[in-house]
């Protein structure tokens, strides 16, 4: 069966660190991939949006990767910030680009001043 | 430039009864998606409608429907609350057709859900 796997434990990292997130997929062929982040009792918001045949797409202080080989996209905060504190979520599209999502279960982020 | 707005906020049924929840989706946009997101995990689709029509659904069962409005805003409705329907209902807003990518209206723009708990 489909199934989208983000690292489960949260990741605590010191300010100014980079952080890198980790997007797992399987029995999926994704034209798209996209990352959003999540606030507490907030909706998601998007970031960024990688197609499978770009490599590597920036943004600011983030950037993500896209390897359809190995199934996997890796998200990265450099510089990190306590304000980037949150949940990073991943997302498939399970239609083409008709925007059916299929999300990870997301990975807490907590920056330590 | 409003972006999508849902009500109500919070809500609180017992099981058996019924709920409907509102969503306006972002200036420009023609598409509502509906997401159910139980504590800890990620958004669920529960299905897609455009031009007043469903046009896409996700793995829930038929006490699950909705209706999107010639103004675009749409509404879904669930019966037979159970206790497992408590989670945070999220809406989505986006432009039809294939993602191109290059701009943000590609993508979907989501409301603040409403909490829905069921006793």
């Known amino acids: 069966s489909q199934k989208i796997e983000q690292n489960s434990e949260a990741l605590n990292i010191q300010e100014g660190k980079t952080a890198t997130l980790t997007c797992n997929y399987t029995n999926y062929s994704p034209a798209y991939l996209q990352w959003y982040r999540q606030d507490p009792g907030r909706g998601p918001v998007f970031l960024l949006l990688?197609?499978?045949?770009?490599k590597e797409k920036r943004k600011e202080r983030l950037k993500v990767t896209f390897d359809t080989t190995l199934k996997q996209s890796l998200f990265h905060i450099t510089a990190s910030q306590p304000a980037d504190s949150a949940t990073y979520l991943c997302a498939l599209d399970d239609s083409g680009g008709y925007n059916k999502l299929i999300f990870g279960a997301g990975t807490r982020l907590a920056v330590h001043p | 430039d409003a972006g999508v707005t849902q009500s109500p906020t919070h809500l609180i049924k017992t099981r058996g009864q019924q709920v409907t929840l509102r969503c306006s989706p972002k200036?420009?946009?023609?598409?509502v998606s509906w997401y159910q997101q139980a504590l800890g995990q990620g958004p669920q689709f529960i299905f897609q409608y455009y031009e007043e029509e469903e046009r896409q659904r996700g793995n829930f069962p038929d006490r699950f429907s909705g209706h999107q409005f010639p103004n675009y805003s749409s509404e879904l409705n669930v019966n037979a609350l159970l206790l497992g329907d408590s989670a945070l209902y999220l809406c989505?807003?986006?432009?039809?057709?294939?993602?191109?990518?290059?701009?943000?209206?590609?993508?979907?723009?989501f409301g603040p859900g409403t909490r829905l708990t069921v006793l």
């Open positions: 990688i197609r499978e045949n770009e």
């Open positions: 989505a807003s986006s432009l039809f057709g294939v993602t191109s990518g290059i701009t943000s209206t590609d993508t979907q723009y």
């Open positions: 200036s420009g946009h023609d598409t």
